[in-house]
């Protein structure tokens, strides 16, 4: 045994080599309160003989929490980027035990309750989310606001987006393997970062749980440094930025398919609904318009997973989606952009030649105006999708190498 390791112990410090649990806590300005959260997290090391540390990221504290937290034992990592985010990333790269858990430092969380936590990371789960909706939610701890709408609304599009199994998104208390979370490389600065740990964490796989907690009022006299509508709108943009298949490919897909059935049935002629009513060559505009704005959100469903696998923040595509994805060279996309527009430009001449049979007159002959309609889509999705072969095509340059 070192001389190191038996000044930590006699300084009551586990090894590093024997630290199991770190309880990190994000902090900035939270003297009212990091004491007794503090209290509570050595505490449930106590009792519960799990060896760990408790870990404060401190993000710029000016009301001397650091000296509370290191009077009371707990061990302070200064993180100087701003942000909620930041100050868990600068916590987690801090960390010495093997699992983390992490929780904010205003008394709202019950740091005595760790065990179910700790309990299902021992069993091999990756990433342990509370929920504070099955533990229970003390009156005024949560506004009405994010109680009824934004955590629900948020935690839904979340389960619908990637098929994740959490019913609270956005709970606080949460632990995971520190290992499996470095290795997803998080870089959320802001409020963001809890939504980017469950996405990233569920779309590379890792084993995800979730186990009752309780959420209590926070001991602040000040307002929490969370803004609603801000921070909430981080979060939706956050899920929507990281689901191409839900922000481009579905709704283009449908307003495609829905552009293609109004062309094919309204092409041959008008159709009659009923005694009074009947689609025409308007109806066969609005599913033109259809047509090109589907066929711009598929390809930009297509760039922006190109995009994101190359960048590596999604994880590369899978199964039948990497045929898609990758499979479609410049070269593929051109040619199927010069059948498209060889036969719009075809369709277009046609439209020109009758017209001038009728002496350029008003067009009478809805014929005309249903071919120049079609043909004039086909040439518009013809062009995007050229460009879009080119643009793509960008991101296949690779970077000069010194």
Known sequence: MNQITVEKRKSGEPADREIELTILMPCLNEAETIAICVEKARRYLDESGVVGEVLVADNGSTDGSQDLARGLGARVVDVPARGYGAALIGGIAAARGRYV?????????????????VERLRAGDQLVMGNRF???????????????????????????????????????????????????????????????????????????????????????????????????????????????????????????????VGLGALLPGPLKLDATHTLDTHTLLVAGFAVVVGSQLVSFSVMARRYAAHEGFLPPVRSFGRGVVHGLTLERVLQAAAVLLLAG????????????????????????????????????VAVQMGATGFFASVFNIRRPTT
């Not at 858990?101 to 936590?117: E, R």
């Not at 084993?207 to 000040?222: C, F, N, Q, Y």
């Not at 956050?238 to 839900?246: C, D, E």
């Not at 009728?358 to 040439?379: K, Y």
Request: hydrophobic share 50%; proline share 7%.
């Open 101 to 117: 858990i992490m929780g904010d430092a205003d008394d709202s969380y019950n740091f005595l309750g760790l065990a179910p936590f």
């Open 134 to 260: 099955k533990g229970g939610i003390a009156p005024g701890a949560m506004p009405p606001l994010h109680r009824w709408l934004g955590n629900p609304v948020l935690s839904f599009i979340g389960r619908l987006f990637y098929g994740l199994p959490i019913g609270d998104f956005h709970c606080g208390l949460r632990g995971f393997s520190r290992q499996a979370m470095v290795d997803l490389h998080l870089v959320s600065p802001g409020m963001e970062f809890a939504s980017e740990m469950v996405v990233k964490a569920g779309l590379h796989g890792l084993r995800i749980a979730e186990v009752p907690t309780t959420l209590a009022k926070d001991g602040r006299s000040r307002p929490p440094h969370l803004n609603t509508w801000r921070d909430g709108w981080r979060h939706l943009r956050f899920l929507l930025l990281h689901s191409p298949k839900w922000l481009f490919l579905y709704p283009g897909a449908l307003l495609l398919v829905m552009g293609l």
């Open 345 to 380: 430009a075809g369709g277009f001449a046609w439209s020109i030649f009758a017209w001038a049979a009728e002496d350029f007159g008003p067009i009478l002959h809805s014929t005309i105006l249903r071919v120049l309609i079609a043909s004039m889509t086909s040439v518009a």
